[in-house]
């Protein structure tokens, strides 16, 4: 028996991953989640920024498509 994993606790857990990494500031990415969809929205300093994030979301147990709509913040 399988069970979906929690969408809040996926949040979370993704949250909890990029505000623990010193590239990001967690403030300025928000995450959602439908199913195992996850879609990233905000703001990061860099191209390199951006892709790390996403690969946070893609590394998380049950994601099955991640949502990259993270913008580049101008200087």
């Known amino acids: 028996m399988t ?3 929690d969408p809040e606790e996926i949040v979370d857990d993704i ?3 990029l505000g623990h ?3 990001f500031d967690p403030l300025t ?7 195992g969809k996850i879609t990233l929205t905000g703001h990061v300093r860099s191209a ?4 790390m994030a996403a690969a946070a ?3 998380h147990e049950g994601v099955t498509d991640v949502q990259n709509d ?3 913040a101008e200087a």
């Open 29 to 35: 990415i928000q995450v959602a989640v439908a199913g």
């Open 21 to 23: 990494s010193w590239f």
């Open 57 to 59: 979301a893609w590394a």
């Open 48 to 51: 390199r920024e951006r892709r």
């Open 70 to 72: 993270l913008k580049i």
């Open 3 to 5: 069970t979906e994993p």
């Open 15 to 17: 949250d909890h991953h």
